[in-house]
C-alpha cells in the first residue's frame, strides 16, 4: 500500500483513538494498521469480509473492536466465530499480556488467521478451527462479534468461563428481546452503549455473568 493511503488509515485510527481516549502506543498503532492492509488484501481474493474499503476497515474493524478493551480482563480471551479475526486480532496487538484464542470453523478464515498471527508475530495468540462446542478449556472472558442471540452465546460460552469469568456479546441495536430472553437461565447482565468515532450506527457491548 502506498504510503500517502498507510498515512491516511493511521490518521482515521490515531483520530478514532483519540476520541475514545484509548492509550495505544505508536509501534502498536502501526501493527494495526499492518493488520487491516494484510485483511484487505486477503479479502480481495478471499472475500473474508463485507467491508471491502481500508478506510473503512479501520472504522468498522479496528474501531469497533477496541471499543471493548476496557472490558477486557487481563487472562486469557476466547473468541467465538471470529471470521477474519475480528474482534480477537485488534485485541490481541492491542494487549499483548492478553492469551487469545481465536476460534473458527471455516477453513479459509482460519487460514487467513495462521497467516495473520505469523506475519504479524503475535506470539499471544492461538487459532483453533473448530466448533465452540467441541472445545475444552476455561478463559477469563469469552467475546463474539454478531455471532448469535444472547441465549445461544450464553450456552456455549458458560461452560468456558472461568469461576468469576465474564461473557462479552458485541451487539448493534439495544438488543431488548433477547435480554428478555435470558429470564430463567441463570445469568445477570449490564449492557454498555459504546460510540464508535465515524460510525452512524448503535453499538452496544452486553456482559453476562452467572448469577451467584
Known sequence: MPEPERAVLRARLEEGLAIMALDVSEPTREQLIDYVMLLARWNRAYNLSAVREPREMVTRHLLDSLAVLPWVAPGSLLDVGTGPGLPGIPLAIARRGLAVTLLDSNGKKVRFLR??????????????QARAEDLDGRYTRVIARAFTDLP???????????????ALAMKGRYPQAELSALAGMGVSWQIFPLQIPGLDAERHLVELRAEQ
Open 115 to 128: 497467516q495473520a498471527v505469523m506475519t504479524l508475530d503475535l506470539d499471544n495468540c492461538q487459532v483453533i
Open 152 to 166: 445461544g452465546f450464553w450456552r456455549l460460552a458458560a461452560p468456558r468461563l472461568t469461576a468469576d469469568g465474564r
